[in-house]
T-cell receptor, first 121, second 111 residues
Framework: GAVVSQHPSWVICKSGTSVKIECRSL??????MFWYRQFPKQSLMLMAT?????????EQGVEKDKFLINHASLTLSTLTVTSAHPEDSSFYIC?????????????????FGPGTRLTVL | EDKVVQSPLSLVVHEGDTVTLNCSYE??????LLWYKQEKKAPTFLFML????IEKKSGRLSSILDKKELFSILNITATQTGDSAVYLC???????????FGQGTILTVHP
């Protein structure tokens, strides 16, 4: 199956600093990557959809200036949490998907990275 | 707005029991329904269902979709302690590639 990696797996930072999380598709070209946030005992909440070479599409309520997403290549997307605060502490998960078939349909099957646990002190 | 509801929210069973997890949905332009298993880290893919009435099976796990009644079930037979996890149901609809997740079912299997 397709493999997606995330780095770092966990990070602790002081309030006010910025943190960058990388998401890489290791064995396929990911035309689209998704960034989720998951609070304890809750489900995955989609933050934004990122397409290679274009601006990310953010879900309602997610501040695009606070959560900067870059998808510069077909194998790498980054999420930067700017001026992080304790309420940003969460489990951040990326997933990747790609087009397939002659029609170039984007598959619903998403492959998830292992997640990054962010703790802001 | 797309909506996915899972039930029960939590379930405690003993090894050897059979469990059935439910997922109902309301989505515009349904494309597929996916089941994931999440342990301590990110979700791992179990099944993707696109057609009604066709059972997908993998070992002790099986799943089926009913597009008329808008629900899916995930069955786990002869449960083991290693099946303890959160089981997530997600549906892909209108927005290309985007998945809407349910709240998850927390399954605990006791020895």
């Amino acid at each position: 199956g397709a493999v997606v990696s995330q780095h770092p797996s966990w990070v602790i930072c002081k309030s006010g600093t910025s943190v960058k999380i990388e998401c890489r598709s290791l064995d396929f070209q990911a035309t689209t990557m998704f960034w989720y946030r998951q609070f304890p005992k809750q489900s995955l909440m989609l933050m934004a959809t990122s397409n290679e070479g274009s601006k990310a599409t953010y879900e309602q309520g997610v501040e695009k200036d606070k959560f900067l997403i870059n998808h510069a290549s077909l194998t790498l997307s980054t999420l930067t949490v700017t001026s992080a605060h304790p309420e940003d502490s969460s489990f951040y998960i990326c997933s990747a998907s790609s087009f397939a078939g002659l029609a170039g349909v984007l598959q619903n099957e998403q492959f998830f990275g292992p997640g990054t646990r962010l703790t802001v002190l | 707005e797309d909506k996915v509801v899972q039930s029960p929210l939590s379930l405690v069973v003993h090894e050897g029991d059979t469990v059935t997890l439910n997922c109902s949905y309301e989505v515009t332009n349904f494309r597929s329904l996916l089941w994931y298993k999440q342990e301590k880290k990110a979700p791992t893919f179990l099944f993707m269902l696109t057609s009604s009435g066709i059972e997908k099976k993998s070992g002790r796990l099986s799943s089926i979709l009913d597009k008329k009644e808008l629900f899916s079930i995930l069955n786990i037979t002869a449960t083991q302690t290693g099946d303890s996890a959160v089981y997530l149901c997600a549906v892909g609809g209108t927005s290309y590639g985007k998945l809407t997740f349910g709240q998850g079912t927390i399954l605990t299997v006791h020895p």
